[in-house]
């Protein structure tokens, strides 16, 4: 009877301490898990309708959270855009508006270590760390000072590697939580992988040839009935010689290509889409399999996006919606999930007061953006914002979900004002038609408030 008695107070034991263990681990913040693609558009996803590209991880992720279809970057070029939402705060604020920009004019480093979403995160008790292309100051990492442990240095199929091993040996009850911040390269590579680039030769290039050649051989592979049948046609805003022909591939070469090349370069868009797909897959399948899901944070979005032949440009760093809109979804616990939010204005400087709002850290006061958490728990439909602003070398631009307003302040052109509801391809500007000049002036004036907000360099008045 002793005997009984002791193997009950035994197992009873055991099962208070797992008990024990579970509720230490439940009473953790929340894990976050972050994925980055670099230039992957917004429309480049199958649950956002694209018939010719595969992603069913990413559909699967958006079908269990929520997807923005309306979400910006801050600024169309990658470091720039990457540094907004490691801070919440928008790179013109130190004047960091291109790739180019020269480090010792800019005081990035301070910013960083204020706000970056990683020393956020540490200083909270969270293991945060790093792992692929970082992107972030001018061929410079400076991890550590954004407040990230660098770990890999593979921009291809790294992430998802050091993602596996990392999953599979947290332990969530003696670890510290975790924020891990996972950045590809592709699609990117399709400003050096279709080919014919005459900028890039190989030799230059030996990663980007490497990662991107087993699609050059796939091609070779396909009947020609079945290679069309994969190939995105051609946008109905392709726009040969209209308003945008004097952007058109500056020093690319592709104002000469032909229409075979053409096809090969939206064909091999898709294809560099579906491979950092798969690795994305990889990574969410070792969260699964790790038991953590329930108790993360999974955010997928992208740097910026890709022209792909609209307005007859390729690559990035236009004022145009198909290289500053990109994908946002948000899952995990809490989160609504199949929802699409398609009334809210999103942008990549909310990433970060959006993520400390979900598990619990004291939101900065200066951030630029705002928590997208009413949203993504259902306490409402839309965020309550009237516009955005996407910052460019080029110029400044203003979107209230209907009309874009663009400052330049480069080039020969001053302004434009699209009426992106009843002309969603931006083929007909508007700053000069006399029925606009009331939306033109009211977005001009927000505007320079704004402008002036971020920075002295303010645009000259109309």
Known sequence: MKKLASAVLYGCGISLFASSCVQKAEEKKLNVLFIMTDQQRYDMLSCAGNRY?????????????????????????SMPSRFAMATGRYAGEIGY???????????????????????????????????????????RTHMEEYGFTQNGTDYYEGPADFAEN??????????????????FMNPHDICYGAGFDPRFPDELRPHQIAATQK??????????????????????????????????????GSRDWTEEQWDFYRWMYCRLVEDVEQQIGRILAALENSGLADHTIVVFTSDHGEMGQSHGLVFKSRLLEEATRTPLIISGPGVKKGVV?????????DLVPTLCDLVGIPVPENLSGKSLKPVLTGQ??????????????????????????TAFTRGDKEASLMDILADPGEMSDKVADPAYVAEKERLHGLLMKEIKKITEQVPAEK
């Not at 910013?111 to 692929?132: C, H, K, M």
């Not at 990392?166 to 950045?183: C, I």
């Not at 939010?341 to 400087?349: A, Q, V, Y």
């Not at 914002?385 to 203003?398: A, C, H, K, P």
């Open 53 to 77: 590209v595969g992603t069913p991880s990413l559909d699967r992720l958006a079908e269990n959270g929520v997807r923005f279809e309306h979400n910006y970057c801050a600024n169309p070029v």
């Open 97 to 139: 508006t291109n790739n180019s920009t020269k480090p010792d004019t800019l005081r990035v480093l301070p910013v960083a270590r204020e706000s970056s979403v990683g020393n956020l995160f540490r200083n909270a008790g969270y293991q945060t760390v790093y792992s692929g292309y970082p992107g972030f100051y001018c061929g």
């Open 166 to 183: 990392f999953l599979a040996g947290y332990n969530p009850v003696q670890d510290e939580p975790f924020f891990l911040y996972l950045s």
């Open 215 to 252: 699609y050059i051989d796939l091609r070779k592979t396909l009947s020609d009935e079945e290679y069309r049948a994969q190939i995105p046609p051609v946008p109905a805003n392709v726009e040969p010689n209209g308003t945008y022909a004097e952007m058109k591939a500056i020093g690319s």
């Open 341 to 349: 939010d398609s009334k809210s204005l999103t942008s990549g400087i």
């Open 380 to 405: 409402t439909d839309k965020i309550d914002r009237e516009y955005i602003i996407v910052e460019s070398s080029s110029g400044y631009q203003i979107n209230d979900g209907r009309y874009k307003y």
